[in-house]
């Protein structure tokens, strides 16, 4: 995000993508403007040594390739996998000026099938809300996101993505309703499945929309009570830390980022550090945001 407003809300739900240990990682539809997914060996060899025109040649041969597969054998998934990422290797070749609607909706056909053929694996259905969500259809999206949330209630990719579209339609109690209904079913829902719901990263993100409303007080305290139901978690103690910071109050914060680096395991110190040490900026009422970075 380029505008300074947008900062505090757009930080703390990266840093909840960090360090939520969802065990999936999911690539934003909105990096394909900038940056190529990973693809098979042929395209990744060939992005380095191959002029521009000839990468979207090669690409272009690709896309027809499996198309001409998909016609003979509609749930070809190596197929389908194989055009989606050729197509958002293609979408990566753009400014984000150039991308049309009809680019985006060129991704989203391969997306649909595998997300119906894949329903267990929610980041298929994800990646298709987001790319509705670039094409302005919203309801699209969130019905996307239910799908998820109907049998994954702790699904964090589909909290995650549904909690930016509401706050992108200026709906913070709704983000807030979907999240304190998240928490009272999860102790329901984790003696079907265990571990199904993370409550604490849950907390988390609540405690994140009421920073982002300015109401600090009720951040403070759904954090707090993150940190009672497992002191020894560092992420809400982490982003209290954080919400003390972005008010100016250094040096109660410091504290904190303290026991945050003491309990984070070693691949998160860094990052804590760095957020420690840098310089605050004034917290800020929510505005539209675009998917969750990466």
Known sequence: MSQPRNRWIVKVVLVLAVIAFVGVSVVPIIGAFNNTPPSNQNTSSTRGSLP?????????DQVRGYELVLQREPEN???????????????S?????????????AVIEPLEKLAKLNPEQSEYTVLLAQAKQQIGDKEGAAQAYRSILATKP??????????????????????????QDTLSNAAQANKIQPGSVDAIAVRVLLG????????????????DQAIDQDPKDFRPVLAKAMLLKEQGKVAEAKPLFD????LAPAQYKDEINKTASASPAPAVSPVPLPDTPK
Do not use: F
Not at 77 to 91: E, M, S
Not at 94 to 104: L, R, T
Not at 154 to 179: C, F, K, S, T, W
């Open 52 to 60: 521009s025109s000839d990468q979207k040649s090669q690409l272009e």
């Open 77 to 91: 998934q190596t197929a389908l996998k194989g055009l989606l990422q050729a197509r958002l290797a293609l979408l």
């Open 93 to 105: 070749q753009k400014a984000k000026g150039e991308v049309k609607p009809s680019d985006i909706q």
């Open 154 to 179: 702790g699904d964090l990719n589909a909290l995650r993505g549904m909690v930016a579209l509401l706050l992108n339609q200026q709906r913070p109690e709704a983000a807030i309703g979907l999240l």
């Open 208 to 223: 994140t929309i009421h920073a982002s409303q300015k109401n600090y007080a009720q951040a403070t305290s759904v954090y």
């Open 259 to 262: 026991t945050a680096l003491a």
